[in-house]
């Protein structure tokens, strides 16, 4: 497993943008394929998108294709999510996780992330 630290979340009016990063320690970085999820108050984890280890495969939610945007810096290694046209729907802590072994497609279960990080919250105001 690994350590990952997200940052950028916060209070936004509806039709705002945000852009949440997420930085991996270690040095295989670049090996992973890397996940966003989501949890609402009472509602399980979901999921939001996911960016293959190189970078130019991406896959999403129905509820946010179009609006979010998942990118990758392997030299940084970090991983971000543009959050474009929020909705007070999309207001849940959103966490990014790395996939549970190296060079895999991109995927979209939960049981296929093993490294998570403690979240972020992001709050969308009607």
């Known amino acids: 497993q690994v350590q990952l630290v997200e940052s950028g979340g916060g209070l936004v009016q509806a039709g705002g943008s945000l852009r949440l990063s997420c930085a991996a320690a270690?040095?295989?970085?670049?090996?992973?394929?890397m996940g966003w999820f989501r949890q609402a108050p009472g509602k399980e984890r979901e999921f939001v998108g996911t960016?293959?280890?190189?970078?130019?495969?991406?896959e999403y939610a129905d509820s946010v294709k179009g609006r979010f945007t998942i990118s990758r810096d392997n030299a940084k290694n970090t991983v971000y999510l543009q959050m474009n046209s929020l909705q007070s729907e999309d207001t849940a802590v959103y966490y990014c996780?790395?996939?549970?072994?190296?060079?895999?497609?991109?995927?979209?279960?939960?049981?296929?992330?093993?490294?998570w990080g403690q979240g972020t919250q992001v709050t969308v105001s009607s």
């Open positions: 996780a790395r996939a549970a072994r190296p060079w895999t497609h991109v995927t979209d279960s939960v049981a296929s992330f093993d490294s």
């Open positions: 270690g040095r295989t970085f670049s090996y992973y394929t």
């Open positions: 960016i293959v280890w190189h970078g130019a495969v991406t």
